[in-house]
């Protein structure tokens, strides 16, 4: 077993996530899982990723706040939704998406997916 604190979990860049701070939790470089990470972002108000497509499904559980997602999927077809506490979604390879952080609250969001 493998425990991580979230006070003493280190924070990474992801390319293209304006006013965030990114953990990582599990896997890569917190610890000897092999075969996914799992990371939690903290988005403040204003706060977004890029709009871009995965290699990878990517799953995400939002634990605090609300974020409004959207994606557009291999065929075109175009989506959006609000994802408040407790709620949470999967992107499939190839589409892309999108978190915003729309409220003037932080939104705290969990991310798991495959090591690549």
Same mark, same amino acid.
């Given at each position: 077993?493998?425990?991580t ?10 390319p293209q ?5 990114c953990?990582?939790?599990? =896997? @890569?470089?917190? /610890? ?6 799992m ?13 871009? $497509?995965?290699?990878? $499904?990517?799953?995400? &559980?939002?634990?605090d =706040? $609300?974020?409004?997602?959207?994606c557009?999927s291999?065929d075109?077809?175009? /989506?959006?939704?609000?994802?408040? @506490?407790n709620?949470?979604?999967?992107f499939?390879?190839?589409? @892309?998406?999108?978190?915003?952080n729309? /409220?003037?609250?932080?939104a705290?969001?969990? &991310?798991?997916?495959? /090591?690549?």
């Open positions: 077993m493998y425990i604190r979230f006070n003493q979990a280190k924070t990474y860049e992801a996530h304006d006013d965030m701070t953990f990582r939790l599990q =896997g @890569k470089e917190a /610890s000897p899982c092999h075969q996914m990470w990371g939690m972002s903290v988005i403040e108000p204003g706060g977004q990723t890029g709009f871009n $497509e995965s290699n990878v $499904e990517k799953i995400y &559980l939002v634990i =706040g $609300e974020v409004t997602i959207f557009e291999a075109g077809s175009k /989506s959006e939704a609000t994802l408040s @506490k709620d949470s979604c999967v499939l390879s190839g589409e @892309k998406r999108q978190l915003k729309f /409220s003037n609250q932080v705290k969001v969990v &991310l798991i997916m495959a /090591s690549n």
